[in-house]
């Protein structure tokens, strides 16, 4: 089996701010470890995939900082995205540019930011997903046994009673995504049992790919062969006017949530998309008052909160549910529960013109 992986490296983590920034967005931070988060993820691929056929796509900027980070990539893999359209269209053009090598390649395409915890059973449900790919006219995900009604996260309705087997592994096949649910919605779906959260990680042989975007997508398959064209060419003038032209959209709305021949596999293997700051609870150490501290914290009769302050001392005093995070030239202090908003205060710095604090 031929299989690539995709590591889709062009995010903004505006949910981190104010330590996650253009410059230097949360997959190029040592959240997790001492590594960088895509450095984590590459290493947790090497033993199923080879560096030699492990890409990236991001801008030019994010591309050059990757090459100094990760050597062991080849320069031609780090795939250059003109501008940042969402998923659709980068998955598109890094699937074009895997297609032009190998129509029969299978592509893993996954986020540059997400943490896995079993790394040894995600390669294994991975390759499962490979062969399944490799073998069958599917497009492959992984979804994510839910542990609460999560309003920040879709889901994949699956059939239970109607798995295949693929390496020893099951695979459902998926009835319909939906959209982030409201809290009662969300409630309902954990009760169903059929409902999982939807991880952002696919699996597809290249041909498939544009074979499934040709049937279901018709819309986005004028700029598929749009963009092999302009990959053929080498005009990377013309490959930027192709890709500007593709609707700025996740490749969920743009193809999986409407192509039939899904199948999803169960995604247990400690996963968490580190979203925010809060999910970060779960994953740094907590003390005996359930706080978790990065840095230099003193807290006092405080429980329950979140503290990154690694330049000077932040002391907490009778609070509680708090998220801290001071930087060396911006303070976030939020309720636990409305970091999914932080990235609203990126837009209004935005629409504000304070790109410094970008």
């Known amino acids: 089996m031929d299989i690539r992986a995709v590591i889709m490296a062009g995010g903004i983590g505006t949910r981190f701010w104010p330590l996650s920034r253009r410059q230097k967005p949360k997959q190029f931070l040592p959240i997790i470890s001492e590594k960088t988060m895509i450095e984590e993820t590459v290493e947790r691929l090497l033993p199923l995939i080879p560096s030699k056929d492990i ?58 930011d997400h943490l896995i915890v079993d790394a040894s059973r995600f390669l294994q449900k991975l390759a499962a997903g490979g062969a399944a790919a490799a073998s069958e006219e599917v497009l492959m995900t992984f979804g994510i046994p ?46 169903q049992g059929t409902f999982f959260w939807n991880s952002g990680i696919f699996l597809w042989r290249a041909s498939v790919f544009a074979d499934k975007l040709k049937t279901f997508s018709p819309e986005f398959f004028v700029h598929w062969t749009a963009l092999l064209n302009a990959l053929k060419s080498g005009d990377a003038g013309r490959l930027g006017e192709v890709f500007r032209q593709i609707p700025a959209t996740s490749i969920d709305y743009a193809l999986m949530e409407k192509a039939s021949g899904v199948l999803m596999g169960r995604g247990d293997f400690g996963w ?10 779960d994953i740094w150490d907590r003390n005996e008052q359930n706080n978790t ?25 009778g609070v509680k549910d708090l998220l801290v995070i001071d930087t060396e030239d911006a303070l976030l202090i939020c309720h636990s529960t409305a970091d999914q908003k932080v990235k609203d205060v990126v837009d209004v710095l935005k629409k504000e013109g304070q790109d410094d604090l970008l």
Not at 300 to 310: E, M, Q
């Open 55 to 112: 890409f990236t796509i991001a801008n030019r900027e994010r591309s050059k900082a990757l090459a100094q980070l990760i050597p062991s990539i080849p320069e031609s893999n780090l795939l250059v995205e003109p501008e940042g359209r969402n998923t659709a269209p980068s998955l598109m053009l890094a699937t074009a540019a895997v297609y032009l090598q190998n129509p029969e390649a299978v592509i893993a395409a996954l986020p540059a």
């Open 146 to 191: 839910p542990t609460y009604p999560a309003t920040g996260y879709g889901y994949i309705h699956f059939k239970a009673d109607a798995p295949q087997s693929h390496s020893g592994e099951d695979f459902f096949p998926v009835v319909r995504f939906k959209e982030k649910p409201q809290y009662e919605l969300a409630c309902d779906f954990i009760k």
């Open 272 to 281: 968490s998309d580190v979203g925010s700051w809060s999910a970060l609870a």
């Open 293 to 317: 501290f990065r840095g230099k914290v003193l807290a006092l009769d405080s429980t329950d909160c979140l503290a990154y302050s690694p330049r000077r001392l932040t002391a907490l005093v």
